[in-house]
């Protein structure tokens, strides 16, 4: 059982079924100890996250065009 729910990286959307997977505990590794798989609800999320390596997550999602997972929300009610 997961104590808590992982969000999206990218949109913030809650994303239940995310299993991290780590490579190690980053000692000297390129991986820094961050899993290996980011965390993300869809295809479009994780294109985002791997397309605009470099900016932030809120600024990569800009990029990307997609909307935040509570606007997108609002806007569908
Ligand atoms: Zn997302
Ligand atoms: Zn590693």
Redesign the pocket.
């Known amino acids: 059982m997961k104590l808590k729910v992982d969000n999206?990286l990218?949109?913030?959307?809650p994303v239940p079924d995310y299993e991290p997977e780590f490579c190690c505990s980053g000692q000297e590794c390129g991986c820094y100890g961050q899993p290996v798989e980011p965390c993300?609800?869809?295809d479009?999320?994780y294109k985002a996250v791997m397309d605009h390596i470099g900016h932030d997550m809120d600024k990569r999602r800009e990029l990307a065009g997609?909307k935040k997972?509570s606007e997108e929300k609002k806007r569908n009610d």
């Open positions: 999206c990218i949109c913030g959307k993300t609800c869809s479009e999320c997609i997972w």
